[in-house]
Protein backbone atom coordinates (compact mmCIF):
# COMPACT_ATOMS: atom_id res chain seq x y z
CA UNK A 1 0.00 0.00 0.00
CA UNK A 2 2.40 2.31 0.82
CA UNK A 3 4.25 1.73 -2.31
CA UNK A 4 1.13 2.27 -4.04
CA UNK A 5 0.60 5.21 -2.76
CA UNK A 6 4.26 7.22 -3.39
CA UNK A 7 4.16 5.60 -7.40
CA UNK A 8 0.07 7.39 -6.98
CA UNK A 9 1.89 10.61 -5.45
CA UNK A 10 4.90 11.00 -7.92
CA UNK A 11 2.34 10.34 -11.12
CA UNK A 12 0.42 13.51 -9.32
CA UNK A 13 2.90 15.57 -9.09
CA UNK A 14 4.60 14.61 -12.36
CA UNK A 15 1.04 15.85 -13.70
CA UNK A 16 0.64 18.76 -11.97
CA UNK A 17 3.96 19.79 -13.25
CA UNK A 18 3.07 19.23 -16.91
CA UNK A 19 -0.22 21.64 -16.10
CA UNK A 20 1.82 24.11 -14.78
CA UNK A 21 4.50 23.80 -17.78
CA UNK A 22 1.52 23.78 -20.13
CA UNK A 23 0.08 27.25 -18.18
CA UNK A 24 3.05 29.08 -18.60
CA UNK A 25 2.62 28.86 -22.24
CA UNK A 26 0.62 31.51 -23.77
CA UNK A 27 -1.25 32.51 -27.57
CA UNK A 28 -1.84 36.08 -27.60
CA UNK A 29 -3.59 38.12 -30.46
CA UNK A 30 -3.72 42.02 -30.83
CA UNK A 31 -3.94 44.37 -32.74
CA UNK A 32 -1.94 47.76 -32.99
CA UNK A 33 -2.42 51.16 -34.77
CA UNK A 34 -0.34 53.77 -36.20
CA UNK A 35 -1.41 56.97 -37.71
CA UNK A 36 -4.38 55.17 -38.46
CA UNK A 37 -3.05 52.27 -40.03
CA UNK A 38 -4.31 49.28 -38.52
CA UNK A 39 -2.49 45.93 -37.98
CA UNK A 40 -2.48 42.92 -36.40
CA UNK A 41 0.20 40.84 -34.70
CA UNK A 42 0.52 37.16 -33.04
CA UNK A 43 2.56 37.28 -29.39
CA UNK A 44 3.38 33.49 -28.31
CA UNK A 45 5.57 32.99 -24.88
CA UNK A 46 6.82 30.10 -23.21
CA UNK A 47 8.88 30.74 -20.08
CA UNK A 48 11.08 33.72 -20.00
CA UNK A 49 10.75 33.87 -24.01
CA UNK A 50 8.69 35.56 -26.33
CA UNK A 51 7.82 35.48 -30.11
CA UNK A 52 6.23 38.27 -31.94
CA UNK A 53 4.37 37.49 -35.35
CA UNK A 54 3.61 41.21 -37.17
CA UNK A 55 1.06 41.59 -39.67
CA UNK A 56 2.33 43.40 -43.04
CA UNK A 57 1.71 47.09 -43.15
CA UNK A 58 1.35 49.07 -46.24
CA UNK A 59 2.90 45.93 -47.97
CA UNK A 60 6.47 46.04 -45.69
CA UNK A 61 6.85 42.82 -44.22
CA UNK A 62 7.75 42.95 -40.72
CA UNK A 63 10.59 41.30 -39.02
CA UNK A 64 9.67 38.05 -36.38
CA UNK A 65 11.03 39.00 -33.12
CA UNK A 66 11.85 36.29 -30.52
CA UNK A 67 12.91 37.48 -27.09
CA UNK A 68 15.21 35.41 -25.26
CA UNK A 69 15.43 36.35 -21.48
CA UNK A 70 17.33 33.58 -20.30
CA UNK A 71 19.93 34.72 -22.80
CA UNK A 72 19.54 38.24 -22.65
CA UNK A 73 19.16 39.16 -26.17
CA UNK A 74 16.21 39.40 -28.99
CA UNK A 75 16.76 37.73 -32.61
CA UNK A 76 14.81 39.37 -35.15
CA UNK A 77 14.21 36.94 -38.51
CA UNK A 78 13.10 37.99 -41.96
CA UNK A 79 11.43 34.63 -43.28
CA UNK A 80 11.37 35.60 -46.76
CA UNK A 81 14.88 36.70 -47.10
CA UNK A 82 15.96 33.55 -44.33
CA UNK A 83 18.20 36.30 -42.62
CA UNK A 84 18.40 36.54 -38.67
CA UNK A 85 20.06 40.04 -36.64
CA UNK A 86 21.33 39.08 -33.13
CA UNK A 87 20.74 42.11 -31.31
CA UNK A 88 22.08 41.70 -27.45
CA UNK A 89 20.16 43.46 -24.56
CA UNK A 90 22.43 46.93 -23.84
CA UNK A 91 24.05 47.84 -20.80
CA UNK A 92 24.91 51.66 -20.85
CA UNK A 93 26.91 54.18 -18.84
CA UNK A 94 24.20 55.44 -16.67
CA UNK A 95 22.90 56.65 -13.23
CA UNK A 96 19.91 55.82 -11.54
CA UNK A 97 18.59 58.34 -9.25
CA UNK A 98 15.07 57.08 -7.61
CA UNK A 99 13.86 60.68 -6.66
CA UNK A 100 11.66 58.60 -3.76
CA UNK A 101 14.45 57.46 -1.68
CA UNK A 102 16.65 59.91 1.07
CA UNK A 103 18.59 62.58 -0.48
CA UNK A 104 21.27 61.30 1.30
CA UNK A 105 21.54 58.27 -0.67
CA UNK A 106 24.34 57.35 -3.31
CA UNK A 107 22.79 57.12 -7.06
CA UNK A 108 23.96 53.62 -8.12
CA UNK A 109 25.51 53.62 -11.56
CA UNK A 110 24.87 50.78 -13.85
CA UNK A 111 28.07 48.95 -15.17
CA UNK A 112 29.43 49.87 -18.22
CA UNK A 113 30.03 48.50 -21.59
CA UNK A 114 33.05 46.98 -22.05
CA UNK A 115 34.39 48.82 -25.32
CA UNK A 116 38.33 49.78 -26.31
CA UNK A 117 39.23 53.22 -25.41
CA UNK A 118 40.85 54.78 -28.17
CA UNK A 119 40.48 58.55 -28.32
CA UNK A 120 39.21 61.10 -25.15
CA UNK A 121 35.43 61.00 -24.99
CA UNK A 122 33.13 63.92 -25.80
CA UNK A 123 29.56 63.79 -25.46
CA UNK A 124 26.92 65.13 -22.97
CA UNK A 125 24.52 64.02 -20.80
CA UNK A 126 21.16 62.93 -21.80
CA UNK A 127 18.41 62.98 -18.49
CA UNK A 128 16.06 60.92 -18.63
CA UNK A 129 13.05 61.43 -16.19
CA UNK A 130 10.92 58.40 -15.61
CA UNK A 131 7.59 58.30 -13.77
CA UNK A 132 5.32 55.59 -13.28
CA UNK A 133 1.83 55.50 -11.49
CA UNK A 134 -0.29 52.74 -10.43
CA UNK A 135 -3.86 54.21 -10.78
CA UNK A 136 -4.84 51.26 -8.27
CA UNK A 137 -7.83 50.61 -10.59
CA UNK A 138 -8.38 46.56 -11.57
CA UNK A 139 -10.49 44.89 -13.74
CA UNK A 140 -10.62 41.63 -15.16
CA UNK A 141 -9.86 40.95 -18.71
CA UNK A 142 -10.03 37.38 -20.35
CA UNK A 143 -10.20 36.23 -16.38
CA UNK A 144 -6.54 37.98 -15.73
CA UNK A 145 -6.71 41.25 -13.11
CA UNK A 146 -5.17 43.58 -14.92
CA UNK A 147 -3.98 46.73 -13.47
CA UNK A 148 -4.15 49.99 -14.47
CA UNK A 149 -0.79 52.16 -14.94
CA UNK A 150 0.34 55.43 -16.70
CA UNK A 151 3.95 55.77 -16.91
CA UNK A 152 5.92 58.82 -18.33
CA UNK A 153 9.63 58.86 -20.21
CA UNK A 154 11.25 62.38 -21.06
CA UNK A 155 14.99 62.25 -22.67
CA UNK A 156 16.37 65.54 -22.66
CA UNK A 157 19.64 65.75 -23.73
CA UNK A 158 22.50 68.45 -22.61
CA UNK A 159 23.38 70.88 -25.61
CA UNK A 160 26.97 69.17 -26.22
CA UNK A 161 24.83 65.65 -26.71
CA UNK A 162 25.78 63.75 -29.63
CA UNK A 163 22.88 61.11 -29.92
CA UNK A 164 20.00 63.60 -30.22
CA UNK A 165 19.40 67.16 -30.34
CA UNK A 166 16.19 67.48 -29.07
CA UNK A 167 13.72 66.07 -26.10
CA UNK A 168 11.80 63.26 -26.99
CA UNK A 169 8.52 62.46 -24.68
CA UNK A 170 6.83 58.97 -24.24
CA UNK A 171 3.63 58.53 -22.30
CA UNK A 172 1.45 54.93 -22.34
CA UNK A 173 -1.56 54.63 -20.55
CA UNK A 174 -2.27 51.01 -20.33
CA UNK A 175 -3.76 48.10 -18.56
CA UNK A 176 -1.05 45.23 -17.86
CA UNK A 177 -0.70 41.49 -16.52
CA UNK A 178 1.79 39.27 -14.87
CA UNK A 179 2.55 36.30 -16.70
CA UNK A 180 4.55 33.78 -14.87
CA UNK A 181 8.06 33.24 -15.08
CA UNK A 182 8.31 35.83 -18.21
CA UNK A 183 10.32 38.57 -16.96
CA UNK A 184 12.22 40.18 -19.64
CA UNK A 185 13.88 43.99 -18.64
CA UNK A 186 14.83 44.49 -22.09
CA UNK A 187 16.82 47.69 -22.84
CA UNK A 188 17.23 48.39 -26.53
CA UNK A 189 19.65 50.61 -27.41
CA UNK A 190 18.62 53.73 -28.60
CA UNK A 191 18.14 53.97 -32.43
CA UNK A 192 20.98 56.46 -32.79
CA UNK A 193 23.74 54.52 -31.07
CA UNK A 194 23.65 51.76 -33.77
CA UNK A 195 26.39 52.20 -36.40
CA UNK A 196 26.24 50.31 -39.75
CA UNK A 197 29.68 48.36 -40.57
CA UNK A 198 30.51 50.01 -43.55
CA UNK A 199 30.30 53.29 -41.00
CA UNK A 200 33.36 55.04 -39.21
CA UNK A 201 33.42 54.55 -35.45
CA UNK A 202 32.63 57.70 -33.08
CA UNK A 203 34.74 56.66 -29.98
CA UNK A 204 35.07 60.50 -29.55
CA UNK A 205 31.55 60.75 -29.23
CA UNK A 206 29.35 58.91 -26.34
CA UNK A 207 26.62 60.41 -24.08
CA UNK A 208 26.33 59.83 -20.22
CA UNK A 209 22.77 58.79 -19.24
CA UNK A 210 21.72 60.18 -16.02
CA UNK A 211 17.88 58.75 -15.11
CA UNK A 212 15.81 59.99 -12.38
CA UNK A 213 12.88 58.10 -11.12
CA UNK A 214 9.82 58.56 -9.46
CA UNK A 215 6.52 56.79 -8.44
CA UNK A 216 5.88 53.58 -7.58
CA UNK A 217 4.58 50.28 -9.56
CA UNK A 218 5.14 48.04 -12.32
CA UNK A 219 4.13 46.99 -15.94
CA UNK A 220 3.74 43.77 -16.95
CA UNK A 221 2.80 42.51 -20.59
CA UNK A 222 0.35 45.06 -21.68
CA UNK A 223 -3.75 43.90 -22.71
CA UNK A 224 -4.33 47.61 -23.63
CA UNK A 225 -1.94 50.50 -23.63
CA UNK A 226 -1.74 53.73 -25.54
CA UNK A 227 1.50 55.45 -26.53
CA UNK A 228 1.73 58.77 -27.14
CA UNK A 229 5.72 59.72 -28.87
CA UNK A 230 5.95 63.74 -28.84
CA UNK A 231 9.61 65.02 -30.32
CA UNK A 232 10.65 68.90 -30.09
CA UNK A 233 9.45 72.09 -27.78
CA UNK A 234 5.56 70.86 -27.97
CA UNK A 235 5.49 73.96 -30.37
CA UNK A 236 5.14 74.64 -34.02
CA UNK A 237 8.24 72.14 -34.09
CA UNK A 238 6.75 69.02 -32.62
CA UNK A 239 6.06 66.32 -34.08
CA UNK A 240 3.67 63.78 -32.59
CA UNK A 241 2.90 59.53 -32.75
CA UNK A 242 0.29 57.77 -31.26
CA UNK A 243 -0.18 54.07 -31.15
CA UNK A 244 -2.41 51.64 -29.47
CA UNK A 245 -2.47 48.03 -28.63
CA UNK A 246 -5.77 46.43 -27.91
CA UNK A 247 -5.69 42.33 -27.16
CA UNK A 248 -8.25 40.58 -29.27
CA UNK A 249 -7.83 36.67 -28.32
CA UNK A 250 -5.88 35.21 -25.73
CA UNK A 251 -5.29 31.48 -24.89
CA UNK A 252 -3.01 28.98 -23.36
CA UNK A 253 -2.10 26.08 -25.31
CA UNK A 254 1.13 24.06 -25.32
CA UNK A 255 3.95 25.46 -28.03
CA UNK A 256 6.91 24.32 -29.79
CA UNK A 257 10.11 25.30 -28.06
CA UNK A 258 11.47 25.57 -32.28
CA UNK A 259 9.41 29.10 -32.52
CA UNK A 260 11.98 30.47 -29.75
CA UNK A 261 14.86 29.20 -31.81
CA UNK A 262 16.72 30.31 -35.01
CA UNK A 263 15.48 28.77 -37.67
CA UNK A 264 17.90 25.93 -39.33
CA UNK A 265 19.50 27.01 -42.77
CA UNK A 266 18.98 30.68 -42.02
CA UNK A 267 22.18 33.19 -42.35
CA UNK A 268 22.70 35.93 -39.83
CA UNK A 269 23.49 39.27 -41.04
CA UNK A 270 25.31 42.64 -39.05
CA UNK A 271 23.39 45.04 -40.70
CA UNK A 272 19.82 45.28 -38.75
CA UNK A 273 18.49 47.21 -42.05
CA UNK A 274 19.08 44.50 -44.36
CA UNK A 275 15.62 42.58 -42.79
CA UNK A 276 13.46 46.00 -43.41
CA UNK A 277 11.50 47.10 -46.05
CA UNK A 278 11.62 50.74 -46.24
CA UNK A 279 8.41 53.04 -45.30
CA UNK A 280 6.55 54.39 -47.81
CA UNK A 281 4.83 57.97 -46.33
CA UNK A 282 3.24 58.78 -49.64
CA UNK A 283 1.63 55.17 -49.82
CA UNK A 284 0.10 55.78 -46.25
CA UNK A 285 -1.57 58.77 -47.14
CA UNK A 286 -2.71 56.76 -49.93
CA UNK A 287 -4.21 54.15 -48.48
CA UNK A 288 -6.30 56.65 -46.03
CA UNK A 289 -7.59 58.33 -49.00
CA UNK A 290 -8.42 54.81 -50.79
CA UNK A 291 -10.11 54.19 -47.76
CA UNK A 292 -11.96 57.08 -47.59
CA UNK A 293 -13.24 56.63 -51.10
CA UNK A 294 -13.76 52.55 -50.48
CA UNK A 295 -16.28 54.33 -47.89
CA UNK A 296 -17.64 56.81 -50.13
CA UNK A 297 -18.88 54.09 -52.97
CA UNK A 298 -19.87 51.39 -50.32
CA UNK A 299 -22.01 54.41 -48.92
CA UNK A 300 -23.42 56.27 -51.23
CA UNK A 301 -24.57 59.61 -49.55
CA UNK A 302 -28.74 59.86 -50.34
CA UNK A 303 -30.38 63.56 -50.57
CA UNK A 304 -32.42 61.60 -47.73
CA UNK A 305 -30.36 61.93 -44.55
CA UNK A 306 -31.30 59.50 -41.79
CA UNK A 307 -32.82 61.14 -38.94
CA UNK A 308 -30.06 59.92 -36.36
CA UNK A 309 -27.01 61.13 -38.93
CA UNK A 310 -25.32 63.89 -38.84
CA UNK A 311 -24.33 65.37 -42.21
CA UNK A 312 -20.90 67.88 -42.41
CA UNK A 313 -20.07 69.20 -46.04
CA UNK A 314 -16.56 69.56 -46.60
CA UNK A 315 -14.61 72.10 -48.34
CA UNK A 316 -11.62 71.57 -50.87
CA UNK A 317 -8.96 72.68 -48.72
CA UNK A 318 -7.48 76.39 -49.45
CA UNK A 319 -3.23 76.62 -50.31
CA UNK A 320 -0.95 76.99 -52.60
CA UNK A 321 0.33 75.55 -56.10
CA UNK A 322 2.27 72.57 -53.82
CA UNK A 323 -0.67 70.75 -52.43
CA UNK A 324 -3.59 68.82 -54.32
CA UNK A 325 -6.87 70.24 -52.97
CA UNK A 326 -9.16 67.44 -54.58
CA UNK A 327 -7.10 64.41 -52.41
CA UNK A 328 -7.05 66.50 -49.19
CA UNK A 329 -10.84 66.69 -49.47
CA UNK A 330 -11.23 63.19 -50.37
CA UNK A 331 -8.82 62.47 -47.49
CA UNK A 332 -11.01 65.04 -44.89
CA UNK A 333 -14.18 63.10 -45.75
CA UNK A 334 -12.86 59.73 -44.87
CA UNK A 335 -11.53 61.65 -41.22
CA UNK A 336 -15.21 63.51 -40.99
CA UNK A 337 -16.82 60.12 -41.37
CA UNK A 338 -17.32 58.45 -38.01
CA UNK A 339 -20.23 57.01 -36.13
CA UNK A 340 -22.99 58.81 -36.79
CA UNK A 341 -21.35 61.31 -38.66
CA UNK A 342 -21.39 61.13 -42.44
CA UNK A 343 -18.90 63.64 -44.43
CA UNK A 344 -19.74 64.81 -48.42
CA UNK A 345 -17.54 66.65 -50.57
CA UNK A 346 -19.16 69.78 -51.63
CA UNK A 347 -18.40 72.90 -53.64
CA UNK A 348 -20.25 75.73 -51.62
CA UNK A 349 -22.73 76.49 -49.01
CA UNK A 350 -25.05 76.49 -51.28
CA UNK A 351 -24.66 72.47 -52.41
CA UNK A 352 -23.92 71.73 -48.95
CA UNK A 353 -27.36 72.75 -48.24
CA UNK A 354 -28.90 71.21 -51.19
CA UNK A 355 -27.40 67.89 -49.51
CA UNK A 356 -28.95 68.32 -46.36
CA UNK A 357 -25.58 69.22 -44.61
CA UNK A 358 -25.79 70.36 -40.79
CA UNK A 359 -22.25 71.49 -41.13
CA UNK A 360 -19.62 73.06 -43.38
CA UNK A 361 -15.91 72.60 -42.83
CA UNK A 362 -13.63 75.58 -44.39
CA UNK A 363 -9.87 74.82 -44.14
CA UNK A 364 -7.41 76.91 -45.36
CA UNK A 365 -3.48 76.44 -44.94
CA UNK A 366 -1.55 79.97 -45.01
CA UNK A 367 1.79 78.69 -44.60
CA UNK A 368 3.64 75.28 -45.54
CA UNK A 369 7.41 76.25 -45.59
CA UNK A 370 9.98 73.22 -46.08
CA UNK A 371 12.63 72.54 -43.30
CA UNK A 372 15.56 70.14 -43.36
CA UNK A 373 15.47 66.31 -43.69
CA UNK A 374 13.48 64.30 -41.30
CA UNK A 375 15.83 62.99 -38.65
CA UNK A 376 15.17 62.51 -34.85
CA UNK A 377 12.12 60.73 -34.24
CA UNK A 378 11.47 58.99 -37.10
CA UNK A 379 15.49 57.57 -37.32
CA UNK A 380 13.56 56.26 -34.60
CA UNK A 381 10.83 54.26 -36.39
CA UNK A 382 12.17 51.23 -37.87
CA UNK A 383 11.36 50.86 -41.32
CA UNK A 384 11.93 54.51 -42.73
CA UNK A 385 14.08 55.59 -45.18
CA UNK A 386 14.70 59.76 -43.92
CA UNK A 387 16.52 60.57 -47.14
CA UNK A 388 13.40 60.49 -48.78
CA UNK A 389 11.37 62.51 -46.84
CA UNK A 390 11.08 66.04 -46.30
CA UNK A 391 9.36 68.06 -43.06
CA UNK A 392 7.24 71.17 -43.39
CA UNK A 393 5.79 73.97 -41.12
CA UNK A 394 2.75 74.33 -41.63
CA UNK A 395 0.21 76.25 -40.41
CA UNK A 396 -3.51 77.29 -40.93
CA UNK A 397 -7.07 76.91 -39.71
CA UNK A 398 -10.03 75.13 -39.90
CA UNK A 399 -13.92 76.33 -39.08
CA UNK A 400 -16.90 74.20 -38.84
CA UNK A 401 -19.78 76.64 -39.60
CA UNK A 402 -23.66 75.19 -38.12
CA UNK A 403 -25.32 76.01 -41.60
CA UNK A 404 -29.09 76.19 -39.54
CA UNK A 405 -28.03 79.76 -38.33
CA UNK A 406 -24.71 80.42 -39.42
CA UNK A 407 -23.17 80.17 -35.98
CA UNK A 408 -19.44 79.30 -35.30
CA UNK A 409 -19.52 75.49 -34.73
CA UNK A 410 -15.93 75.37 -33.52
CA UNK A 411 -12.64 76.25 -34.80
CA UNK A 412 -8.98 74.19 -35.24
CA UNK A 413 -5.64 76.03 -35.18
CA UNK A 414 -3.07 74.38 -37.39
CA UNK A 415 0.46 74.56 -36.07
CA UNK A 416 3.22 72.15 -36.03
CA UNK A 417 5.94 70.38 -38.45
CA UNK A 418 4.83 67.49 -40.26
CA UNK A 419 6.83 64.65 -42.39
CA UNK A 420 6.37 63.60 -45.80
CA UNK A 421 6.10 65.08 -49.39
CA UNK A 422 4.26 67.94 -49.31
CA UNK A 423 0.79 67.10 -50.16
CA UNK A 424 0.98 64.04 -47.18
CA UNK A 425 2.62 66.39 -45.26
CA UNK A 426 -0.11 68.64 -45.23
CA UNK A 427 -3.14 65.89 -45.03
CA UNK A 428 -1.50 65.01 -41.73
CA UNK A 429 -2.05 68.53 -40.69
CA UNK A 430 -5.55 68.54 -41.23
CA UNK A 431 -6.26 65.04 -40.42
CA UNK A 432 -4.64 65.74 -36.64
CA UNK A 433 -6.85 68.96 -36.39
CA UNK A 434 -9.36 67.28 -38.24
CA UNK A 435 -10.08 64.81 -35.47
CA UNK A 436 -10.08 67.36 -32.94
CA UNK A 437 -12.76 69.03 -34.31
CA UNK A 438 -15.10 65.60 -34.98
CA UNK A 439 -15.09 65.94 -31.44
CA UNK A 440 -17.06 69.08 -30.98
CA UNK A 441 -20.11 67.63 -33.09
CA UNK A 442 -23.42 67.45 -31.79
Known amino acids: MKRYLISLLAVITCFCATLQSEAQEYKIRQSSSLMGMKMESTVYVKGMRKRTESGAMMGMTQPITIEQCDLQRTIKINDKKKLYYIDSFYKVREEIIDEDEPVNKKPVPIAKEKTPKTTPEKGGVITIYYSIRDTGERKKIYG????????????????????????FLIKTDGWYIDLPKFNCPVRYRPQQMQRQPDEKPMPDCQDRFVTRRSGKGKLGFPLIETTTMIMGAQGAKTTEF??????????MQKLDSMLFEIPPGYTETKNEDDLMDKMDMSGMLDEVMNKAKKQMKEKPVSDEKAPDMIRVGILPPKGDDQVQPAELQTMLVGTFTTGNIEAVAVSSAEEAKTMKCDYLLNSELSKIKSGSKVGGLLKALKNTDPNALSSFTIEGSMQLTKLADGSNAGTQKIDGKYEGKVNDAAGKALDNSGQKLVQKIK
Open 242 to 251: KTDIETLDFS
Open 144 to 167: LTARHVWTTQKMKPSPDACMMKDS
